[in-house]
């Protein structure tokens, strides 16, 4: 069973940058991506992101973070910029590997926490 490495995560002031990373051990993904969950609410989508480079986001974020894929590594890259205090949250990586035809598999990272200070 494959499984997602997280890296990135950490402390960083309000408008500052940070970059998160995940790889998916290799393996072909149909796709990748980027949930975070904040203390007492759900996890939401932040970014994702296809093998063929098709980007989603969630509008809290647009113009501010960046998602990026390495298909060759399966890995993926979130690059957060001019981050808030409403940022802060757990994050974590989501791949979606096909299994057969019109089946498929999620899996998903532990998280890393991201904490944006005022």
């Known amino acids: 069973q494959v499984q997602l490495v997280e890296s990135g995560g950490g402390l960083v002031q309000a408008g500052g940058s940070l970059k998160l990373s995940c790889a998916a051990s290799g393996t072909f993904v149909n796709a990748m991506g980027w949930y975070r969950q904040a203390p007492g609410k759900q996890r939401e989508l932040v970014a994702t992101i296809t093998n063929g480079g098709r980007r989603n986001y969630a509008d809290s974020v647009k113009g501010r973070f960046t998602i990026a894929i390495d298909n060759a590594k399966s890995t993926v890259y979130l690059q957060m910029t001019s981050l808030k205090p409403e940022d802060t949250a757990v994050y974590y990586c989501?791949?979606?590997?096909?299994?057969?035809?019109?089946?498929?598999?999620?899996?998903w990272g532990q998280g890393t926490l991201v904490t944006v200070s005022s």
């Open positions: 989501n791949a979606n590997l096909p299994v057969t035809t019109g089946r498929y598999l999620e899996v």
